[in-house]
Each structure stands twice: as C-alpha cells, then as structure tokens.
C-alpha cells in the first residue's frame, strides 16, 4: 500500500460496515485514524479521548432515545475538542436527530450508525487491526478471493463475479474497442480504462478504480479487468491492485483458452467456406455435414454480407464476436463470421423464394446494427456490403463475391459507417478493378506519396472533400466548417507538392481514384 496512513473513508468502506450509515460530518472522511476505542454511555462525560481516535460508542437496550441523543451529542462536543476523528453508534434503533446530524456536519467528524447486530467490542477488535495491521485485514481478503477462484474462477464472468463479491465493488471487463465482455458498464470511461499498460489505481471523482491489463498470446494487451467503489480510499485501492494481481493467472489462462479456440475455429471456418466456394453445388456429404455442425445453411435462399472493420488500436476477436451479437439484436442470424484476407464474409438463409427488396431490407437492418456497433465502439471504422439473392450451395459464391464488390465500394466512401447493396452499385462497380487492383494501389501511392510523407491529415481530408464536391472551395469550406479561402490555400499547396495542376480533368480524376484506392487497402498510409 503506497499510504500507509489509514483513514476513515478506508474503514467504512470495509465489508463489515457494509450497512453502516452515514448520518453526518461527511467532511472528514478522509481524516487518518490512529486509534480505536470504546466508550460506554456512562464514562461519556469522563473518558479520555485520544487524538486521532475512532470512537465506538455502544448505546443499550435500556437506554431511551431522547437519552441517547443526549450522549451522542455531549460525544461530538468532547470530540471536537479532542480532536477525535469519527464516531460509530452500535445499538442506535431510531433515527438520528436533525440537529444532531448537523453538529457531527458542523464539526466535521464522520458520524457511522452500524447495523443492529453488529456488537461493539468485534467491531472495535476488528477495526483497531485494520488500523495498526492494515495488511492483515488485507491478506484476509485476498484468501477469501483466492479460496472463490479456486472453486469458481474458470470462466471470465466467474472470476468478474469473485473479485466484485470480494471487494464489494463493481467489476467489468472490456476490450480495447470497448465492449464489456462481463460485468456491467462501468463508471469511469472506458478510454481512460483502457489506456492503462500495466496494474495501477487512481480515483476519478469520488470513485476508486484498480484495473488490470491482461496479455493475449499476441504479447499485446486484449482485455482490461476494472474493479470501481465510489467513496472509497488508498487502503481500499491498494488491496484492488492485490486482488488484481491474484486474478492475474486465471485471467490469462481464460484469455489463453479463448483466443486458441477461436483460432482454431477461424482456420476451421475458412478450410470449410474455402471447399463450398470451390465446389459450389457439388460439395460433397462430409462437407454439408460439416456445414451442417457449423450453423451454416446451403440450401435455400442466400444473401452474402461482407464487412471491412479497421482501429487504430488493432482489432481484436471479441471485436468481431461483438458485431455478431449486434447483427442478432437487429433480427439477422447470419452463420458464423468467416476471416478472409480483406474482411469478414456471412450470409443469411431464406427457406423460401425472397421479394426483390429482400437485400435492401436487409440492408436497413444492417445499417441500425452497425450503428449500435460504432456507437458503443467509438474509433471502429467499418463497411459492409450486401449481396444479391441466389439459390441453394451454388449461389453462395456468386452472392459473396457481390457482397465483397459492394463493401470495397462502401469503404470508398471514407465515412465511419457505410452499407451498399450490390444491385445499386450500378457503374460504381467499373472502377472494382481499379481499387481492388494492387497494381493500381501501388501507382495510387506513388502519386500521393508528396503528400502522404508530409503527414497533414488536414490537407489530405481537404483535398479528398475538394474533389467529392465537384471542386467547390464554398461547398468544402461548408462542409469542413472552414473558410473557403483556406480551401483554395491549401490545394495550391497540394498542387505544389504534387507538381500537377487540378484544373485538368484527367488529373483530377487520377488523383480522386488514388485517394479512394487507399482508402480500400489496408495500407499504414490510408488518409483516414
């Protein structure tokens, strides 16, 4: 523990006074205890008050309220006096007085009602070894977790569940993209979690938060581990960072699980989409079969879907796993999504012959998916596309490959979030081979490379916005929120850079198709 001073925050915020309530002096919480005593209804007036004490103060059954109340605020006057730090009540059965709520407030000393069963000398034992052995309290807490994880710590929301029950605290976990795998949604930001590269604590607000970055077999971390209290102090972080560190092993070996079984599964998917695309309506039994234990259906009515997904931060298998779950929450139950080398291709099966909108309707759900998608998933960018209807295992190929055309169209667009249909494609799909074409990437960066070496994000944004608005400075001004003389300063510039001159057609177009060639690739240099 970095502060070994204990203070009252830390002491109330301990399972044993769980139920206790607050009634006043909410001011001093953060004063250090140096001691704990007990003093008896009777020696009110006449026991010595240490500096820096905790009072427990047990009222009996016999004692009325009007008398109790009476005690209760000779001992905040004498507190105050003795610079005594807080006070707990045992045995209080009615509500505290107004006025006596607001001296504890006036003098600022912390004043607990603990619950009716729980007696005043454990307590008071309890307390003082927290204070003067604060890390025997906290190896106690750390034997109850490590006796839950032993019977209940294999999977990811039974250790979530262990350390929350232990520290009595809310416990999530999350991925880089920010989707909560366990848990709830926590408090405290998901980017200020996930920005954490090793075991730390810190405080946001009133809130205490421990997080925990766990490793994937990548060696880069895959899943943050956050414990949260509000109201809690140093003592209490410091045993969520060895909770933490305890939960350390079960975590990587969940991690470790999981990412090999979804491995083997990706490799498994793949063989088998790659043998129905190369058979098409002759694939055989075993394959079928296989098809069959794999949630894919082949005959029917098939709509291809394909998704282009990118981060900054790298993506990871929880991401993709997350979009299937928002694709089941708008109504599609696509098969399983399988990796390919530009994406993640699915399909969705009709036991029936489908209307002729049936693809764009599946594109309006698609597009409320994918919404929910970016809005919990803030820095995923992602396209999609929707293939045309086709029939039985032959048609898979055929409305795949549609789906693909479409989605490098849809990430041509440079937006965040973008679905096409391939029956609206219409002459966007002549330029396929040109954004699809390596040779072509590889002249698109060669043009470009003068501005990309710059690293002006602004002047190439500019410079894409200037050519998809036909040329206007006014309408790319509007539209960027900036002057429109500031449009035509920096495609001067651009044209210098580039040593070409925009008011060639066959120049501008150039240009335009190389921006949205590397738009499509996976090239470190994409502009956005």
Request: proline share 4%; charged share 20%; glycine share 8%.
């Amino acid at each position: 523990m970095r502060d070994e001073a204990v203070r009252f925050r830390d002491l109330q915020a301990l399972p044993t006074l769980n139920s206790a309530r607050l009634v006043g002096g909410g001011a001093g919480l953060d004063a250090v205890v140096r001691e704990v005593e007990i003093v008896e209804p009777e020696a009110v007036m006449t026991a010595e008050l240490p500096p820096a004490a905790l009072i427990v103060l047990p009222f009996g059954d016999t004692d009325g309220p009007i008398h109790q109340e009476h005690l209760l605020d000779l001992m905040l006057r004498r507190a105050h006096l003795a610079k005594v730090c807080a006070i707990i009540v045992t045995g209080h059965h009615s509500e505290i007085a107004t006025a006596t709520r607001r001296l504890a407030d006036k003098f600022a000393i912390p004043t607990l009602v603990a619950p009716d069963r729980l007696p005043a000398l454990p307590l008071a034992v309890h307390l003082r070894t927290v204070v003067h052995e604060p890390r025997v309290e906290q190896s106690r807490i750390l034997h109850a977790l490590t006796s839950r994880l032993r019977t209940h710590g294999e999977k990811l929301d039974q250790i979530v569940t262990c350390l929350a029950t232990t520290l009595d605290a809310a416990a999530t976990a999350c991925t880089a993209q920010g989707a909560v795998l366990s848990g709830g949604e926590p408090a405290t930001p998901v980017p200020d979690i996930v920005s954490s590269r090793t075991l730390c604590s810190f405080k946001t607000g009133d809130t205490s938060i421990a997080v925990l970055p766990v490793s994937g077999l990548a060696g880069s971390a895959a899943l943050w581990v956050a414990v949260e209290r509000a109201g809690a102090g140093a003592l209490w972080r410091g045993t969520a960072e060895l909770c933490l560190s305890v939960a350390h092993g079960p975590l990587l070996a969940w991690l470790a699980r999981e990412q090999l079984t979804a491995e083997r599964d990706a490799r498994l998917r793949g063989t088998l989409l790659a043998e129905i695309l190369e058979h098409g309506g002759a694939v055989t039994s075993a394959v079928a079969e296989q098809a069959a234990m794999a949630g894919w259906e082949l005959a029917g009515w098939h709509v291809g879907l394909h998704f282009r997904l990118s981060h900054s931060a790298g993506l990871s298998t929880f991401t993709v796993d997350t979009l299937a779950r928002e694709l089941a929450a708008a109504q599609l139950f696509p098969g399983p999504l399988v990796e390919r080398a530009d994406g993640w291709s699915t399909w969705i099966t009709s036991p029936q012959a489908v209307p002729a909108d049936h693809a764009h309707k599946v594109a309006g759900k698609l597009t409320r998916a994918l919404k929910a998608f970016r809005d919990r998933r803030s820095g995923v960018t992602v396209a999609a596309g929707v293939g045309s209807p086709q029939r039985d295992a032959s048609g898979i190929a055929t409305t795949l490959a549609e789906a693909r055309q479409a989605a490098v169209i849809a990430a041509s667009s440079g937006d965040g979030m973008a679905v096409r249909v391939v029956q609206d494609l219409g002459a966007s799909r002549l330029l396929l081979g040109w954004y699809s074409s390596s040779a072509f990437r590889d002249y698109a960066g060669q043009i470009l490379r003068p501005l990309l070496d710059t690293r002006d994000k602004d002047l190439i944004a500019t410079l894409e916005a200037y050519l998809d608005r036909s040329c206007s400075a006014m309408q790319t001004g509007r539209v960027l929120g900036i002057h429109r003389n500031t449009v035509s300063q920096r495609m001067a510039r651009a044209e210098k850079l580039l040593g070409l001159s925009l008011s060639q057609a066959d120049t501008r177009l150039a240009v335009q198709l190389a921006l949205r060639a590397l738009r499509t690739s996976d090239l470190p240099t994409r502009t956005r």
